[in-house]
């Protein structure tokens, strides 16, 4: 029973409503779409996604939209698979607006799986049930998972939505979903061979075609994406620099050069404004000391001339008490002298 859903789906897939454009495909694909365009290797990250274990890629039908003329629009990959619709997209660049989007490709997935006319009839008209993911491998850092909601664009934001949808964005970059990238050897083999083109435009210049040139060789013999690259080598060579944000690229360079930079002259200033505020505590302390060696002189000056003037006048015979008459000292401190 099952099975002959997924058949009648199929089938309804393969469908052009009358009136319908035919597909333009004069676009351009990225590397990864045309890597998972091949049924088994899609049908590899499907299982992986989902932790299955098809085996047979004719169980997995591809409804991919292709830049259909009157509606403006393409996604890199849509299937059907388990009674339900699929769609994967690949980006270098995050995009807020993937759920808006996602609504957009599957209302157009649904008209072409659905007999338009059957929708006014009294019987329930069964879909399959949606499911959206994003593969990121973008410059920009940005969390392993992630989930995006259509809602979060709407200007009124609602407790419970009339209508919601959801897309799961998953960072395929290094060290970012291991276990997905373990079980996908596909999946890893693309982003080292992503990593390569980047190694190469860091430390070979910022020439792109010849990076992801030197990045196909390089790849191929490791067996990077082996029989891919090397059937698709021109292909490969034209579609990474759309693929690859060489802008982006530029952008995080200049970051990482800025960081470095900085580390550098941070060092320097560091050792110039250190030498400054020495020189400024130290002229600071001068000054406080000075004040302070001031005030010992003024009271040992001031001491002395006590004891020059109290002397005198003991040696003119006068007595401690005539002498705190006359002078104000306090005859204790006359009487110290007075031996």
């Known amino acids: 029973m099952k099975r002959n859903k997924r058949k009648a789906a199929r089938n309804a897939a393969r469908k052009v409503a009358p009136g319908r454009a035919v597909a333009n495909r004069n676009y351009k694909s990225s590397i990864f779409e045309m890597i998972f365009r091949d049924r088994r290797k899609l049908l590899e990250l499907y299982n992986a996604m989902n932790k299955s274990h098809y085996t047979d890629p004719d169980e997995l039908e591809i409804v991919t939209l292709e830049n259909v003329i009157y509606v403006r629009m393409r996604n890199d990959l849509a299937f059907l698979i388990d009674m339900r619709l699929y769609l994967y997209e690949h980006q270098s660049t995050f995009n807020p607006n993937m759920p808006l989007r996602d609504f957009f490709y599957v209302a157009e997935e649904y008209r072409k799986l659905v007999d338009t006319k059957n929708i006014y009839s009294s019987s329930l008209i069964q879909i399959p ?21 259509l809602s979060d664009a709407y200007y009124t934001q609602e407790s419970d939505p009339a209508l919601e949808l ?42 792109l075609t010849k990076a992801v040139s030197v990045a196909v060789d390089e790849c191929i013999a490791k067996d990077i994406l082996t029989d891919f690259l090397r059937e698709n080598r021109v292909e490969a060579i034209n579609m990474s ?32 404004v250190k030498e400054e505020v020495r020189k400024e505590v130290k002229e600071e302390v001068r000054k406080e000391v000075k004040e302070e060696i001031r005030s010992e002189v003024k009271e040992e000056i001031r001491q002395e001339i006590l004891e020059e003037l109290i002397k005198r006048n003991l040696d003119r015979g006068k007595t401690p008490e005539v002498i705190a008459d006359e002078t104000g000292i306090p005859l204790s401190v006359i009487e110290k002298y007075d031996v």
């Open 166 to 207: 959801k897309v799961t964005v998953l960072n395929i970059n290094h060290g970012n979903n291991k276990e997905l990238m373990e079980n996908c050897r596909t999946l890893r083999e693309y982003m080292l061979f992503v990593d390569c083109v980047r190694s190469h435009l860091r430390e070979d210049g910022p020439d």
């Open 129 to 149: 049930a949606p499911r959206f993911t994003v593969f990121y491998n973008g410059l920009k850092e940005r969390p392993e998972k992630e989930i995006l909601y």
């Open 241 to 272: 620099k759309y693929e690859i944000d060489e802008q982006e690229w530029r952008k995080s360079e200049l970051k990482i050069m800025r960081e470095e930079v900085r580390k550098e002259v941070k060092e320097e200033v560091r050792k110039e």
